[in-house]
């Protein structure tokens, strides 16, 4: 039996970034699909925000909100000090770079890429009706350019992100380019050699193989090709 469960839907980047902690550290852990359209009232107890990614950690409590910890970031941070998995970098400055990086992947990028490009080509698909293709290709043409020019800055010619190493940082950002993945494509090799590399780097990286396997199960029968957005 399992102590950790994760409670999500592995089609979220914020729960793949949750399982790629968990499997770096091959830590087993128990599954719990939420449909994130309609979220149970026992769910919304353990997740004030509606959002998931949540944990549980059964050693600390089994039922009831007290051992659960919500937001993929706030898990990460926890799992890493559990379990000394150490993907915050080596000095304190790596760690600061780590947290920056991380947020930039879950705000500046994840905004856009998960909102104005991913769920206008999947969401409408559910329901029989066609992709909002044109905001997709408003984001990939006109927002996303400019955060995949800062991202190819920061790597600075590095396969990672902080120390030359796996960190956070990686798995954050590859986790939101795995998504553009799964539907569009990798970052155009040829103005981005360097997170082209990476997000194929990530996407083939064991640590998500088994959440990407479902997302294509789950998305080959609703997206079956990938789109060009150029
Ligand atoms: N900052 C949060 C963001 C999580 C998030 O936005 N999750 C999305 C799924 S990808 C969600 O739960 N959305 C709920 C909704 O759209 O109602 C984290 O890092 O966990």
């Given at each position: 039996m399992s102590e950790i469960i994760v409670y999500g839907t592995p089609v979220s980047p914020f729960v793949r970034k949750v399982e790629a902690v968990l499997n770096l550290s091959s830590v087993p852990y128990e599954f719990v699909n939420i449909n994130i359209m309609d979220m149970p009232d026992w769910f919304l107890e353990i997740s004030p925000a509606k959002r998931i990614p949540v944990l549980r950690d059964k050693s600390i409590?089994?039922?009831?909100?007290?051992g659960t910890i919500a937001d993929s970031s706030a898990i990460c941070l926890y799992l890493d000090k559990k379990l000394n998995a150490g993907l915050y970098g080596e000095s304190a400055f790596d760690a600061g770079r780590v947290a920056w990086l991380e947020e930039y992947a879950d705000s500046e990028l994840a905004l856009p890429l998960g909102m104005k490009l991913f769920r206008p080509i999947l969401f409408p698909r559910l329901t029989g009706k066609e992709s909002d293709l044109d905001t997709a290709r408003q984001t990939y043409n006109e927002v996303l350019p400019k955060l995949f020019d800062y991202l190819e800055d920061a790597l600075n010619g590095n396969d990672f992100f902080v120390g030359n190493k796996l960190s956070l940082a990686d798995i954050a950002v590859g986790c939101q380019l795995t998504q553009l993945n799964l539907v569009v494509g990798l970052p155009d090799n040829n103005r981005w050699p360097g997170l082209a590399k990476h997000t194929e780097v990530m996407t083939n990286h064991p640590c998500i193989a088994d959440n990407l396997s479902a997302c294509q199960n789950f998305l080959g029968r609703i997206v079956p090709e990938k789109i060009d957005l150029s």
């Amino acid at each position: 039996m399992s102590e950790i469960i994760v409670y999500g839907t592995p089609v979220s980047p914020f729960v793949r970034k949750v399982e790629a902690v968990l499997n770096l550290s091959s830590v087993p852990y128990e599954f719990v699909n939420i449909n994130i359209m309609d979220m149970p009232d026992w769910f919304l107890e353990i997740s004030p925000a509606k959002r998931i990614p949540v944990l549980r950690d059964k050693s600390i409590a089994e039922n009831g909100a007290g051992g659960t910890i919500a937001d993929s970031s706030a898990i990460c941070l926890y799992l890493d000090k559990k379990l000394n998995a150490g993907l915050y970098g080596e000095s304190a400055f790596d760690a600061g770079r780590v947290a920056w990086l991380e947020e930039y992947a879950d705000s500046e990028l994840a905004l856009p890429l998960g909102m104005k490009l991913f769920r206008p080509i999947l969401f409408p698909r559910l329901t029989g009706k066609e992709s909002d293709l044109d905001t997709a290709r408003q984001t990939y043409n006109e927002v996303l350019p400019k955060l995949f020019d800062y991202l190819e800055d920061a790597l600075n010619g590095n396969d990672f992100f902080v120390g030359n190493k796996l960190s956070l940082a990686d798995i954050a950002v590859g986790c939101q380019l795995t998504q553009l993945n799964l539907v569009v494509g990798l970052p155009d090799n040829n103005r981005w050699p360097g997170l082209a590399k990476h997000t194929e780097v990530m996407t083939n990286h064991p640590c998500i193989a088994d959440n990407l396997s479902a997302c294509q199960n789950f998305l080959g029968r609703i997206v079956p090709e990938k789109i060009d957005l150029s």
